[in-house]
């Protein structure tokens, strides 16, 4: 049986250069153009905007930190009082990290008469998916519930003209990154295999 922390380090790895090959593809006009011929137009009925726009919101800074803000206040085996805040620490770095590969990668997003959400800075990678996958899975506790909400993010994201696909593609693996390098500090730092994030 191999270990928890060799499969953590091979996640954050694999995911990190995953990562990497994206970005670099993300700064090509060709992919941007192929992107654009695939992406379905966006949604015209009011209704439709409503409900995307809402189930962005769930991976929006102000509920993400919210999220993991009631992690942290509800985190019952919090030894030391600033462990308890590890998981704000967490998506705070995440965030500001984000915020330099954006500025770095500085790609444009979806067409401006196409959007339907409100945007700030480049498009990649998309600050709500990251956002949503690392809130979700530190509150629930659980993979699939959070795949299930930060898979719907992705969607509103996409489905508004927000962000193109390989922007949502390239802020899941931005968190799959920053969880598992999170995951592997705590395993290694307890010389033991706990519980995942």
């Given at each position: 049986?191999?270990?928890?922390?060799?499969?953590a380090s091979r996640v954050a790895v694999a995911s990190a250069v995953s990562l990497g090959l994206l970005a670099a593809a993300s700064r090509?006009?060709?992919?941007?153009?192929?992107?654009?011929?695939?992406?379905?137009p966006p949604p015209r009925q009011h209704w439709e905007v409503t409900v995307w726009r809402a189930v962005t919101a769930l991976g929006s800074r102000p509920v993400g930190y919210a999220a993991v803000a009631i992690r942290c206040l509800l985190s019952p085996e919090a030894q030391r009082p600033m462990s308890r805040l590890a998981p704000?620490?967490?998506?705070?770095?995440?965030?500001?990290?984000?915020?330099?590969?954006?500025?770095?990668?500085?790609?444009?997003?979806?067409?401006a008469r196409e959007r339907l959400a409100p945007t700030h800075g480049a498009s990649f990678p998309s600050r709500h998916t990251m956002t949503a996958l690392i809130a979700w899975t530190l509150l629930l506790r659980n993979c699939r519930a959070a795949t299930g909400l930060t898979t719907a993010v992705a969607a509103s994201r996409v489905a508004l003209h927000a962000h193109w696909p390989t922007d949502v593609l390239g802020g899941w693996l931005f968190a799959t990154v920053c969880l598992a390098a999170a995951e592997l500090r705590q395993l290694t730092e307890c010389g033991r295999p706990r519980q995942s994030l």
């Open positions: 049986m191999r270990s928890a922390p060799s499969h090509k006009e060709p992919l941007t153009a192929w992107e654009e011929r695939r992406v379905p704000l620490v967490l998506l705070g770095a995440a965030d500001g990290a984000r915020t330099v590969l954006c500025r770095v990668v500085d790609r444009p997003r979806p067409p």
